[in-house]
C-alpha cells in the first residue's frame, strides 16, 4: 500500500506555448499560470507562478509553482477571515453591545 495521493496540482498543467504552463479547471477554464525563467544570467531556472494576473511567487521546481498557484485558487472558493459567529461566547457580547447575558442562578447549586 502506498500513501501518496493520487492526484497533484501538476496534473491541472497543460503546457503550451513552450515554456508556459496553463493551470486548468475540470470545467476547462484556466485559473493560473507558471512560467519558466532563466536567472543569474541564464544560469538557473526558475518558475513564476501567476494567479489573477499576479505574481504570487517564485518556485526551482515545476511541481511547486503548480501546486502554489492551486492552493490560491482552492483558497479563493472558500470564506475568508474569522467565522461570522462565535456560538455566543463572551467574544460575541463584547462586540454587540446592549446583548445580555444568560441569567445566573440563584441561591446555592445542589
Known amino acids: 500500500m502506498h500513501d501518496q495521493p ?3 496540482p501538476i496534473m491541472a498543467a ?5 515554456g508556459v504552463w496553463r493551470m486548468v479547471a475540470p470545467d476547462g477554464v ?6 519558466l525563467r532563466r536567472v543569474m544570467h541564464g544560469a538557473d531556472v526558475r518558475y ?5 494576473g499576479d ?7 515545476l511541481r511547486e ?8 485558487y482552492v483558497s ?6 474569522a467565522p461570522m459567529a462565535d456560538w455566543g461566547g463572551a467574544g460575541w457580547r ?3 453591545r446592549g446583548a445580555s447575558a444568560p441569567p445566573r442562578p440563584r441561591g446555592r447549586l445542589p
Do not use: L, N
Not at 484556466?30 to 512560467?35: A, H, I, K, L, P
Not at 479563493?76 to 477571515?81: N, Q, Y
Open 6 to 8: 493520487d492526484w497533484h
Open 76 to 81: 479563493a472558493h472558500g470564506p475568508s477571515g
Open 65 to 72: 509553482a503548480c501546486f502554489r498557484v492551486h492552493m490560491a
Open 48 to 52: 513564476k507562478a501567476v494567479w489573477r
Open 94 to 96: 463584547t462586540q454587540h
Open 30 to 35: 484556466q485559473y493560473g499560470t507558471v512560467e
Open 14 to 18: 497543460v503546457e503550451g506555448p513552450t
Open 55 to 61: 505574481v504570487i511567487g517564485w518556485a526551482t521546481t
